[in-house]
């Protein structure tokens, strides 16, 4: 069975509609009928942490003007998880345990999961640099893993005392290199060292499992290989063959830094099927502009940056978004955990200097941009992301009907027609497609 050509040009109002959906229905159900079953909750996540900060200076953020909570704001629009950066002692205060409460508080209200990413310092940690907290300079490396145990089961003990346990923890913050330097400190290629970093991750891991509800939460480790899949194998080959005890991989993908998209999706494929567990986009961003509002230089600032697909824009940002929960979507196994997108808060106020603000998910004056609607539910049928399946729906999904390789990375935007992702848009994607005409209205 074959739908209309899709250069051809269609327009129906849904009377018209329902005939014709009627008579193809009856073509295809006898063999394509079959239910597609429903995947794992996606994570659809951000990570906020600079929100208490910008409170504290007076930041708003708005909403066409209006000023909302952000965190409420985030739940509206289908985020389900907030990712926390947590510090032993940092100089400010902020990130440290006290401000985590407080915050993980509001994500509780506003019915959201937590994510605890520790970094195991005073700052911020990432592949070059990985400082112990000042306070643990001078201990020995037993010392060291008694104290990270029981930073880690304190801090998750006074989460779950307050009534906001974590969900997820991350045990330090993109370790590529290692952690808490120089003990933990490693190369990719069989350093010596590995025994120690493999001692140190399952100190903390027995500090994940001895707080309250240990067990249930899911222990992450994170590397900043997006789209290096050698250095991808290098770093979890490490961590089988030491016994480093983890339930979930974490990725960070920048596109400036980390490959191309096709190189993204081959290394999710494979980190997912090689060691069997779920693997997450832990942090990412994508500029809807290049220019700039303050006087701190960005990390994103000329085209050669970017993707080719995608331009710096706001409809490219919500694009690249888009394309990135596709891919997760199509990793086999359902072990395609979700996104997380890296500071969509951390845009131009005043009195915080940034190199974020084209890369945040609001604008120069704190209004949220459209790229927000990325986050919402996947929804079969609903193609233009208005939360309805209506006749503009059917126009498009005409137009994509027989698309032989829906899943080409190359491709500017994904394929929301492909709605059992297959890589294919063909009579299964109508039968379902025809089932959420009927209910009108996305969950």
């Known amino acids: 069975m074959k739908l209309p050509d899709r250069h051809t040009s269609v327009s129906f109002r849904r009377a018209s509609c329902a ?70 002692s940092p100089i400010n205060g902020f990130c440290g345990t006290s401000q985590t409460l407080a915050l993980a508080q509001r994500v509780h209200d506003s019915g959201m999961r937590l994510l605890i990413d520790f970094h195991y310092s005073d700052t911020w940690t990432d592949p070059g640099q990985q400082a112990k907290p000042a306070s643990w300079s001078s201990l020995s490396f037993s010392q060291l893993k ?29 370790i590529t290199g290692g952690m808490l330097w120089n003990d933990g400190k490693v190369s990719f290629w069989g350093d010596p060292n590995w025994q120690n970093l493999a001692e140190l991750l399952n100190a903390g891991a027995e500090g994940v499992r001895l707080s309250p509800g240990g067990n249930n939460i899911r222990i992450m480790l994170h590397i900043d290989r997006g789209g290096d899949n050698a250095g991808t194998r290098a770093f979890f080959d490490r961590a089988q063959q030491y016994d480093v005890a983890f339930d979930m991989i ?38 809807w502009t290049l220019g700039w509002a303050d006087t701190q230089n960005n990390f994103v600032w000329q085209s050669s940056q970017l993707l080719p697909q995608y331009g710096a824009s ?34 131009a106020f005043p009195g915080l200097p940034t190199p974020w603000e084209n890369l945040a998910l609001f604008d120069f004056t704190g209004n949220a941009l459209e790229s927000w609607s990325a986050f919402a539910p996947f929804c079969i049928g609903d193609l233009n992301a208005d939360r309805s399946v209506d006749d503009t ?23 929301p027609a492909d709605f059992n992702f297959d890589g294919f848009v063909d009579d299964t994607d109508f039968v379902l497609f025809a089932k959420a005409y009927n209910e009108l209205v996305c969950p």
């Open 19 to 88: 005939p014709y959906f009627a008579a193809l229905l009856m073509l295809v159900a006898g063999s394509h009928a079959s239910e597609v079953p429903d995947p794992p909750e996606v994570i659809r996540a951000v990570d906020c942490s600079f929100i208490p900060q910008i409170e504290s200076l007076g930041g708003v953020f708005r909403v066409q003007g209006t000023p909302v909570d952000p965190i409420a704001f985030f739940a509206s629009k289908g985020v389900n998880t907030i990712r926390l950066r947590v510090w032993h």
């Open 250 to 287: 974490g990725l960070s993908y920048y596109p400036w830094w980390h490959g191309s998209l096709e190189d993204l999706r081959a290394n999710l494929a494979d980190a997912a099927s090689r060691y069997n567990k779920p693997v997450l986009i832990a942090e990412t961003a994508y500029p």
């Open 393 to 415: 729906d059917f126009v498009t999904f005409v137009g994509a009907y027989n698309i032989l390789d829906c899943a080409d990375i190359n491709m500017p935007a994904p394929c």
């Open 146 to 174: 008694v104290a990270m145990r029981l930073y880690t089961l304190q801090t998750l003990s006074a989460l779950a005392a307050q009534g906001t346990p974590a969900d997820i923890v991350q045990l330090g913050n993109e």
């Open 314 to 347: 706001v409809s490219g940002q919500r694009d690249f978004l888009l394309k990135l929960f596709d891919a997760h979507r199509r990793v086999s196994g359902n072990l395609g955990a979700g996104v997380c997108y890296w500071a969509p808060e951390f845009a």
